[in-house]
């Protein structure tokens, strides 16, 4: 609500279905580049998006981060859960935010959406880190573990 305005060429997508998603609607009554598209397979938002913005309070190992990586996307999230570690090394494979900080998630993503070569920088080397996590290579680690 606070950045629209200035980001008219910008959408924000929110893809599911919760508790929270009538009350989400009427905060964003009157904002016109948002949309609620309800629950349904986010690989086609992966591949448009260039920013995936997760606001978990707590999550064990998010897989949606490391899919929409998978597709480029930069993503952002609160550092509020020792997993996310893994995940986005700040700075490098994404932006992290101090837990909960409503200006800094705000200061942070208008500048990704303002700096083109630094989000395209993150974004490749976002794709390149969750190579790690590809099947191939878990299954490889398991087959190991298990013949020691």
């Known amino acids: 609500k606070e950045i629209y305005k200035e980001y008219k060429d910008w959408k924000l997508i929110i893809i599911g279905d919760g508790e929270?998603?009538?009350?989400?609607?009427?905060?964003?009554?009157?904002?016109?580049?948002i949309e609620f598209t309800g629950f349904?397979?986010?690989?086609?938002?992966y591949q448009r998006a260039s920013i995936f913005c997760m606001t978990?309070?707590?999550?064990?190992?998010?897989?949606?981060?490391?899919?929409?990586?998978?597709?480029?996307?930069v993503p952002?999230?609160?550092?509020?859960f020792p997993a996310i570690h893994d995940i986005i090394i700040p700075q490098q494979t994404g932006?992290?935010?101090?837990?909960?900080s409503k200006r800094e998630y705000i200061q942070k993503i208008t500048y990704l959406m303002q700096n083109?070569?630094?989000?395209?920088?993150?974004?490749?080397?976002?794709?390149?880190h969750v190579k790690k996590y590809d099947i191939k290579k878990i299954v490889e680690c398991w087959i190991n573990l298990i013949e020691r």
């Open 20 to 33: 929270d998603k009538k009350n989400l609607i009427n905060l964003a009554n009157g904002i016109k580049n």
């Open 40 to 45: 349904l397979e986010p690989y086609e938002y």
């Open 56 to 73: 978990s309070i707590f999550e064990g190992f998010p897989m949606c981060l490391t899919e929409a990586m998978q597709f480029g996307c």
């Open 76 to 80: 952002i999230a609160f550092d509020s």
């Open 95 to 100: 932006e992290l935010v101090c837990p909960f």
């Open 116 to 128: 083109d070569s630094y989000r395209n920088e993150l974004s490749k080397k976002a794709f390149n």
